[in-house]
């Protein structure tokens, strides 16, 4: 288990919407930095799934991919576990029980939630090296479900303080709106993110782009940070990087690609393999840049959001592990087949009943990664 860095050493919040962000110690200056998705984890969070809203006419398939998801995760990491209350707690434990899962492995918490997206309402952890230990810090981002889409988000805004008490841990509150999925790093000092997202006036409409590359690097340790442009299709959170490019080492993009040139989100994703291969990391660096096929278009029953944002590039990496969206598709086997080529073990939860049942980084929707504890 990490060791938490003593609250003494650190101031632990800055102002909301502060310009410039004034003489607080931050964690850059700390040298605390996010690692990359890739290093060794001493757990994955997740949030138990219960607004059935979510998921209108499919829920009861979502609690058993769950169960599959914790099921792969709790062989290779501890997996923590919000849940509403205690009785919902014992629910759970029963159901993963049942499933085979050692529940000495299971942490479960009573950290109430609005819905299942851990890694967008969740904190993110940051670390730094002392001597022959590692220190954990938090960062509690403001969450307004992605640009006030879905109210309400009261108990998913308050997560990742809930996280930082139960777990004893400082918590840097920078006052600005992000969610984990709109941006990946390689944990060396490089941060990917999307101009549709993090600029997007929904968000932190009084902050410009410069004041949101300064908390990025003041609160994440970074140094280098590459703008893509446009999301896929069908995505409501405004176009998180984690369905289009992810590091998977520290110098490797995978990049979401179409075939189709008459698909919509052709241009789009051939805009963002562009701004990719002219990009460089933080040692002045070109990236190597691994195309990844998009699915076929997964359509869903909803007629306000016909067409589901399927990608296969929103994968969840754990220890050992790595958990992969897939579609009951032909293309499914060409993205598992180029992903194993640069991870060594790849673990496919799906297929389910459409794009948001499938298993990502935290929850078996596919959108958002769990925030993950990193040792």
């Known amino acids: 288990m990490p060791t938490p860095i003593s609250p003494s050493a650190i101031s632990t919040e800055i102002v909301a919407g502060q310009k410039p962000l004034g003489p607080a110690r931050t964690p850059a200056s700390l040298g605390l930095r996010l690692p990359a998705e890739w290093e060794p984890h001493a757990a994955t969070w997740l949030s138990w799934p219960h607004n059935v809203e979510t998921w209108p006419g499919r829920f009861a398939?979502?609690?058993?991919?769950?169960?599959?998801m914790v099921s792969a995760l709790h062989l290779r990491e501890r997996?923590?576990?919000?849940?509403?209350d205690a009785a919902?707690?014992?629910?759970?434990?029963?159901?993963?029980?049942r499933s085979g899962?050692?529940?000495d492995r299971l942490g479960v918490y009573a950290v109430p939630t609005n819905d299942a997206w851990a890694r967008d309402h969740g904190p993110i952890f940051v670390t730094r090296r002392s001597r022959d230990r590692t220190e954990l810090a938090l960062i509690d981002w403001r969450f307004n479900s992605w640009g006030g889409k879905y109210p309400p988000w009261d108990l998913d805004d308050a997560v990742a303080g809930h996280i930082a008490s139960r777990l004893a841990i400082p918590r840097f509150v920078p006052g600005l709106v992000l969610e984990g999925g709109s941006i990946d790093v390689n944990g060396c000092g490089t941060l990917l993110t999307t101009e549709a997202c993090l600029l997007n006036p929904n968000r932190n409409p009084a902050l410009s782009r410069q004041d949101i590359e300064a908390a990025l690097r003041a609160f994440l340790g970074l140094d280098t940070i590459v703008w893509l442009g446009e999301g896929i299709v069908g995505d409501d959170t405004d176009?998180?990087?984690?369905?289009?490019?992810?590091f998977v080492n520290p110098t490797t993009v995978v990049c979401a690609i179409e075939d189709d040139p008459l698909d919509p989100n052709y241009q789009p994703l051939q805009d963002n393999l562009a701004r990719l291969r002219?990009?460089?990391d933080q040692d002045g660096r070109r990236l190597t840049i691994i195309p990844l096929p998009m699915p076929e278009p997964v359509l869903s029953p909803d007629a306000d959001t016909p067409r589901l944002p399927a990608s296969y590039a929103n994968f969840y990496i754990a220890n050992g592990l790595v958990l992969v969206p897939?579609?009951?598709q032909p293309k499914d086997r060409r993205a598992l087949d180029i992903l194993r080529g640069v991870f060594p073990d790849v673990y496919r939860p799906g297929p389910g009943p459409g794009?948001?049942?499938l298993c990502d980084h935290a929850t078996a929707g596919g959108r958002r990664r769990a925030a993950g504890e990193w040792s």
Do not use: E, Q, W
């Open 88 to 97: 919902a707690g014992r629910a759970v434990v029963s159901r993963l029980a």
């Open 239 to 246: 176009g998180h990087v984690d369905d289009i490019a992810r």
């Open 101 to 103: 899962v050692d529940i």
């Open 79 to 84: 997996v923590h576990i919000c849940v509403n």
């Open 355 to 357: 794009r948001d049942s």
């Open 278 to 280: 002219a990009a460089t």
């Open 326 to 328: 897939t579609y009951d």
């Open 61 to 68: 398939a979502i609690p058993p991919l769950f169960c599959a």
